[in-house]
Protein backbone atom coordinates (compact mmCIF):
# COMPACT_ATOMS: atom_id res chain seq x y z
CA UNK A 1 0.00 0.00 0.00
CA UNK A 2 3.47 2.34 0.26
CA UNK A 3 3.63 2.21 -3.60
CA UNK A 4 3.23 5.23 -5.02
CA UNK A 5 0.64 3.94 -7.80
CA UNK A 6 -0.82 1.49 -5.70
CA UNK A 7 -4.69 0.83 -6.94
CA UNK A 8 -6.73 -2.45 -5.94
CA UNK A 9 -8.62 -1.33 -9.87
CA UNK A 10 -5.46 -1.52 -11.51
CA UNK A 11 -4.02 -5.51 -10.54
CA UNK A 12 -7.89 -6.15 -10.71
CA UNK A 13 -7.64 -5.02 -14.43
CA UNK A 14 -4.42 -6.63 -15.13
CA UNK A 15 -5.68 -10.25 -13.78
CA UNK A 16 -9.07 -9.33 -15.33
CA UNK A 17 -7.55 -9.17 -18.63
CA UNK A 18 -5.42 -11.98 -18.53
CA UNK A 19 -8.79 -14.07 -17.87
CA UNK A 20 -10.45 -12.18 -21.31
CA UNK A 21 -7.56 -13.24 -23.08
CA UNK A 22 -7.29 -17.25 -22.64
CA UNK A 23 -10.79 -17.95 -22.12
CA UNK A 24 -11.68 -15.97 -25.67
CA UNK A 25 -8.97 -18.09 -27.33
CA UNK A 26 -9.87 -21.29 -25.64
CA UNK A 27 -13.27 -21.01 -26.99
CA UNK A 28 -12.04 -19.40 -30.51
CA UNK A 29 -9.70 -22.46 -30.80
CA UNK A 30 -12.61 -25.14 -29.51
CA UNK A 31 -14.76 -23.36 -32.52
CA UNK A 32 -11.42 -23.58 -35.59
CA UNK A 33 -10.46 -27.67 -34.39
CA UNK A 34 -14.58 -28.56 -34.65
CA UNK A 35 -14.25 -26.89 -38.37
CA UNK A 36 -11.33 -28.45 -39.47
CA UNK A 37 -12.44 -31.46 -37.97
CA UNK A 38 -15.42 -31.45 -39.46
CA UNK A 39 -17.61 -32.04 -36.03
CA UNK A 40 -19.73 -30.17 -34.23
CA UNK A 41 -19.37 -28.91 -30.45
CA UNK A 42 -16.82 -31.38 -29.33
CA UNK A 43 -14.77 -29.94 -26.58
CA UNK A 44 -10.63 -30.40 -28.10
CA UNK A 45 -9.21 -28.12 -25.32
CA UNK A 46 -7.86 -30.25 -22.42
CA UNK A 47 -6.49 -27.39 -20.16
CA UNK A 48 -5.64 -23.89 -20.39
CA UNK A 49 -3.76 -21.75 -18.01
CA UNK A 50 -2.51 -18.30 -17.75
CA UNK A 51 -0.43 -18.08 -20.81
CA UNK A 52 -1.11 -21.48 -22.46
CA UNK A 53 -3.51 -23.50 -24.31
CA UNK A 54 -3.34 -27.33 -25.38
CA UNK A 55 -5.66 -29.17 -27.69
CA UNK A 56 -6.17 -32.19 -29.72
CA UNK A 57 -5.56 -32.61 -33.27
CA UNK A 58 -5.23 -36.43 -33.50
CA UNK A 59 -9.26 -36.05 -35.60
CA UNK A 60 -7.71 -33.24 -37.93
CA UNK A 61 -4.16 -35.60 -38.65
CA UNK A 62 -5.92 -39.06 -39.12
CA UNK A 63 -9.01 -37.15 -41.26
CA UNK A 64 -5.98 -35.38 -44.04
CA UNK A 65 -3.14 -38.23 -43.61
CA UNK A 66 -4.61 -41.82 -42.23
CA UNK A 67 -1.62 -43.78 -43.53
CA UNK A 68 0.81 -42.29 -41.18
CA UNK A 69 1.42 -43.74 -38.38
CA UNK A 70 4.99 -42.97 -38.07
CA UNK A 71 5.90 -40.10 -34.70
CA UNK A 72 8.23 -37.47 -36.45
CA UNK A 73 6.49 -37.66 -39.52
CA UNK A 74 3.49 -36.56 -37.73
CA UNK A 75 5.16 -33.91 -35.81
CA UNK A 76 6.07 -32.50 -38.74
CA UNK A 77 2.52 -32.11 -40.33
CA UNK A 78 1.48 -30.84 -36.68
CA UNK A 79 4.09 -28.46 -37.17
CA UNK A 80 3.09 -27.33 -40.47
CA UNK A 81 -0.26 -27.05 -39.11
CA UNK A 82 0.67 -25.09 -35.88
CA UNK A 83 2.45 -22.70 -38.38
CA UNK A 84 0.46 -22.35 -41.34
CA UNK A 85 -3.03 -22.06 -39.69
CA UNK A 86 -3.13 -22.08 -35.78
CA UNK A 87 -0.84 -19.15 -35.24
CA UNK A 88 -2.06 -17.02 -38.30
CA UNK A 89 -5.98 -17.88 -36.54
CA UNK A 90 -4.73 -16.55 -33.16
CA UNK A 91 -3.11 -13.68 -34.72
CA UNK A 92 -6.45 -13.02 -36.27
CA UNK A 93 -8.59 -13.86 -33.05
CA UNK A 94 -6.22 -11.20 -30.90
CA UNK A 95 -6.90 -8.57 -33.21
CA UNK A 96 -10.68 -8.96 -32.77
CA UNK A 97 -10.19 -9.10 -29.22
CA UNK A 98 -8.11 -5.74 -29.58
CA UNK A 99 -10.55 -4.16 -31.23
CA UNK A 100 -13.33 -4.74 -29.57
CA UNK A 101 -11.85 -3.59 -26.69
CA UNK A 102 -10.59 -0.42 -28.44
CA UNK A 103 -6.66 -0.91 -27.74
CA UNK A 104 -4.68 1.08 -30.00
CA UNK A 105 -2.84 -1.81 -31.14
CA UNK A 106 -2.58 -5.82 -30.72
CA UNK A 107 -0.10 -6.52 -27.97
CA UNK A 108 -1.49 -10.63 -27.67
CA UNK A 109 -0.03 -13.41 -29.87
CA UNK A 110 0.60 -17.06 -29.19
CA UNK A 111 3.59 -19.47 -30.48
CA UNK A 112 3.52 -22.71 -30.63
CA UNK A 113 5.28 -24.77 -27.66
CA UNK A 114 5.00 -28.78 -27.07
CA UNK A 115 3.84 -31.39 -29.45
CA UNK A 116 3.37 -34.20 -27.82
CA UNK A 117 1.04 -37.89 -28.17
CA UNK A 118 0.48 -38.36 -24.15
CA UNK A 119 -0.22 -35.77 -21.72
CA UNK A 120 -1.47 -36.74 -18.38
CA UNK A 121 -2.80 -33.97 -16.12
CA UNK A 122 -3.38 -33.59 -12.40
CA UNK A 123 -4.19 -30.57 -11.54
CA UNK A 124 -3.03 -27.00 -12.54
CA UNK A 125 0.82 -27.07 -13.60
CA UNK A 126 1.20 -30.69 -12.21
CA UNK A 127 1.15 -33.06 -15.41
CA UNK A 128 3.49 -35.69 -17.23
CA UNK A 129 3.49 -34.93 -21.34
CA UNK A 130 5.52 -37.21 -23.79
CA UNK A 131 6.67 -34.92 -26.28
CA UNK A 132 8.89 -34.79 -29.92
CA UNK A 133 8.91 -31.49 -30.22
CA UNK A 134 9.24 -28.70 -27.54
CA UNK A 135 9.49 -24.85 -29.32
CA UNK A 136 11.16 -26.28 -32.63
CA UNK A 137 13.73 -28.60 -30.62
CA UNK A 138 13.09 -31.96 -31.88
CA UNK A 139 13.82 -35.25 -30.19
CA UNK A 140 14.93 -38.79 -31.33
CA UNK A 141 13.52 -39.91 -28.73
CA UNK A 142 10.40 -38.95 -27.13
CA UNK A 143 11.09 -36.58 -23.72
CA UNK A 144 8.93 -36.79 -20.63
CA UNK A 145 8.45 -33.34 -19.70
CA UNK A 146 7.21 -33.65 -15.55
CA UNK A 147 5.92 -30.53 -13.90
CA UNK A 148 5.15 -30.13 -10.07
CA UNK A 149 4.95 -34.11 -10.24
CA UNK A 150 6.89 -35.48 -7.07
CA UNK A 151 9.81 -37.22 -9.02
CA UNK A 152 11.56 -34.33 -9.16
CA UNK A 153 11.85 -33.33 -5.23
CA UNK A 154 14.84 -32.84 -4.21
CA UNK A 155 13.58 -34.62 -0.50
CA UNK A 156 13.40 -38.13 -2.23
CA UNK A 157 16.29 -40.08 -2.12
CA UNK A 158 18.35 -40.60 -5.52
CA UNK A 159 17.44 -44.53 -5.51
CA UNK A 160 13.62 -43.27 -5.27
CA UNK A 161 13.74 -40.50 -7.45
CA UNK A 162 14.87 -43.07 -10.25
CA UNK A 163 12.57 -45.52 -9.40
CA UNK A 164 9.92 -42.91 -9.93
CA UNK A 165 11.01 -41.68 -13.03
CA UNK A 166 11.06 -45.37 -14.63
CA UNK A 167 7.20 -45.69 -13.34
CA UNK A 168 6.14 -42.68 -14.63
CA UNK A 169 7.42 -43.81 -18.46
CA UNK A 170 5.98 -47.51 -17.45
CA UNK A 171 2.69 -45.30 -16.65
CA UNK A 172 2.30 -44.26 -19.71
CA UNK A 173 4.06 -47.24 -22.21
CA UNK A 174 3.45 -50.06 -20.17
CA UNK A 175 0.62 -51.95 -18.17
CA UNK A 176 -0.36 -52.49 -15.52
CA UNK A 177 1.26 -55.80 -14.74
CA UNK A 178 4.28 -54.44 -15.38
CA UNK A 179 3.70 -51.55 -13.04
CA UNK A 180 3.03 -54.09 -10.28
CA UNK A 181 5.65 -56.04 -10.77
CA UNK A 182 7.91 -53.19 -10.81
CA UNK A 183 7.22 -51.67 -8.04
CA UNK A 184 6.99 -55.09 -6.17
CA UNK A 185 10.25 -55.86 -6.85
CA UNK A 186 11.36 -52.37 -6.29
CA UNK A 187 10.16 -52.78 -2.68
CA UNK A 188 12.57 -55.53 -2.32
CA UNK A 189 15.01 -53.82 -3.36
CA UNK A 190 15.06 -50.81 -1.12
CA UNK A 191 14.24 -52.49 1.67
CA UNK A 192 18.11 -54.37 1.40
CA UNK A 193 19.25 -51.35 -0.01
CA UNK A 194 22.26 -49.73 2.25
CA UNK A 195 21.27 -46.81 4.39
CA UNK A 196 23.27 -44.15 2.40
CA UNK A 197 21.40 -45.24 -0.55
CA UNK A 198 17.67 -44.80 0.74
CA UNK A 199 18.31 -42.03 3.51
CA UNK A 200 16.55 -38.86 2.75
CA UNK A 201 18.93 -35.71 1.39
CA UNK A 202 18.91 -32.70 4.35
CA UNK A 203 20.84 -30.07 5.24
CA UNK A 204 21.65 -28.25 8.44
CA UNK A 205 22.87 -24.35 8.71
CA UNK A 206 25.25 -22.50 11.67
CA UNK A 207 27.10 -25.79 12.72
CA UNK A 208 29.75 -23.36 13.92
CA UNK A 209 27.15 -21.95 16.40
CA UNK A 210 27.29 -25.27 18.40
CA UNK A 211 31.23 -25.82 18.04
CA UNK A 212 33.73 -25.48 20.45
CA UNK A 213 37.21 -23.35 18.61
CA UNK A 214 38.41 -27.64 18.47
CA UNK A 215 35.49 -28.71 16.61
CA UNK A 216 34.02 -30.04 19.63
CA UNK A 217 30.42 -30.03 20.53
CA UNK A 218 29.29 -27.25 22.93
CA UNK A 219 27.98 -28.88 26.26
CA UNK A 220 24.61 -26.80 27.19
CA UNK A 221 22.93 -27.53 30.92
CA UNK A 222 19.21 -27.17 30.59
CA UNK A 223 17.80 -25.35 33.51
CA UNK A 224 14.63 -26.28 35.39
CA UNK A 225 13.10 -22.66 35.21
CA UNK A 226 13.75 -23.15 31.48
CA UNK A 227 16.57 -21.89 29.54
CA UNK A 228 19.87 -23.27 29.20
CA UNK A 229 23.30 -22.24 30.07
CA UNK A 230 26.70 -22.97 28.65
Same mark, same amino acid.
Given at each position: ??? /? ?9 ? &? ?27 ? $? ?6 DAVYFVVET???? /?????? #? ?22 ? $? ?8 ? #? ?12 ? &? ?7 ? $? ?12 ? #??? $? ?68 ? #?? &? ?14
Open positions: EAF /RWYDETIAEGI &TSSGRVAIQYITKKLNEFVNEKSGTIDID $YVVSSDTIVKN /RHPDIT #DKQKLTDLINEFAENEVEPFIESC $YQELSNYMNC #DINLLDMKREAIAD &TFIIRAKKN $YIMRMYDNEGVRFA #DPY $YKMMGIEVVRTSHPIMVRDALKTAMKMIIEGSNDEIRLFVKNFKKEFMNAPLNKIAAPRGMNDLTKYMNE #DY &TAKQYEYLPEGGKKK
